[in-house]
């Protein structure tokens, strides 16, 4: 569905963000993309509805080159929730930044207002309709501008660190409604130091360091790697550190702390 062929990407400024990126996402996947800060990881994400532009190789959405389409066009397919929602939102209420794409991709009113609602339920931000965006925390700017891109229903999402400033309940949704995505087909692209939240989705793993992909397969097994995961700065989620420690029999590390509590309840038993 999304393809990268010899990909570079240089900034205006000459730093070089993308080296050599030959990536292909199908549809249906959740991908994980991690790394340190300045690996490329939201230069990544960017190029998969044009908002940038390959300097040299070629992405494609279903076959088309980005080069071809607006960031418009692009955007019904490929929705993006950007890392810091300041730079996203700009309407006067709430209602009209979730409402203003709807409007704008044709659909019809009724459509957009049972949308609108859902949207607003879900995140917990029906007491502010009618306020502005500049009113909310930061938490609940996150929470809104996820709200904008879940309402058009896009084929590919793409969550750009989605739990910066967001709780324990909040997050727990947030995986709930990745978990959903994927049982529909939809494709999920998530941006995030926050292996922890990570783990438990069990997604494809592609792991990026200084502009190139160094790693790339089921989180499962590259969550084990050690060598490879500090080699990039990224840090190993507990449950599988655990796991290594109780040198625990099962061949796949914990994937929630119930399946882990489990097994050292039972092995206290024996």
């Known amino acids: 569905m999304i393809n990268f062929s010899n990909v570079d990407f240089t900034h205006q400024n000459g730093v070089v963000a993308l080296r050599a990126i030959n ?24 190029h998969m509805n044009g908002l940038l532009k390959p300097s040299r190789g070629i992405v494609t959405v279903d ?18 929730a950007f890392q810091n929602p300041d730079h996203q939102l700009f309407s006067d209420t709430l209602e009209n930044e979730i409402i203003f794409a709807l409007k704008n991709f044709g659909f019809p009113e009724e459509t957009i207002r ?3 609602d859902w949207a607003l339920n879900f995140f917990g931000l029906e007491q502010y309709t009618k ?8 938490g609940e700017k996150k929470r809104l501008t996820l709200a904008c891109i879940l309402a058009w229903d896009p084929d590919v999402i793409i969550l750009d660190e989605p739990t910066v400033g967001q709780d324990a309940i909040q997050k727990e949704r947030l995986a709930e ?20 939240f990570i783990w438990p989705l069990q997604p494809r793993l592609v792991i990026m360091s200084a502009g190139r992909v160094v790693g790339d397969g089921p989180a499962r097994d590259l969550m084990r790697d050690r060598g490879l995961l500090e080699s990039a700065r990224v ?36």
């Open 235 to 270: 840090t190993q989620p507990q449950l599988v550190q655990i796991h290594a420690e109780l040198k625990a029999s099962n061949s796949h590390p914990f994937v929630d702390t119930l399946e882990a509590r489990k097994y050292i309840t039972d092995m206290v038993k024996r």
């Open 23 to 46: 990536l292909t996402i199908d549809r249906g996947e959740i991908v994980a993309v991690v790394g340190e800060n300045g690996a490329g990881k939201t230069t990544l994400v960017r």
């Open 114 to 116: 049972q949308r609108l």
């Open 177 to 196: 409604v990745v978990k959903m995505f994927k049982s529909v087909g939809k494709t999920v692209v998530i941006v995030s130091h926050d292996v922890e």
């Open 63 to 80: 076959g088309v080159d980005t080069r071809r389409r607006s960031t418009a066009q692009l955007s019904r397919k490929v929705g993006i």
């Open 131 to 138: 306020d502005s965006p500049l009113i909310l925390s930061g």
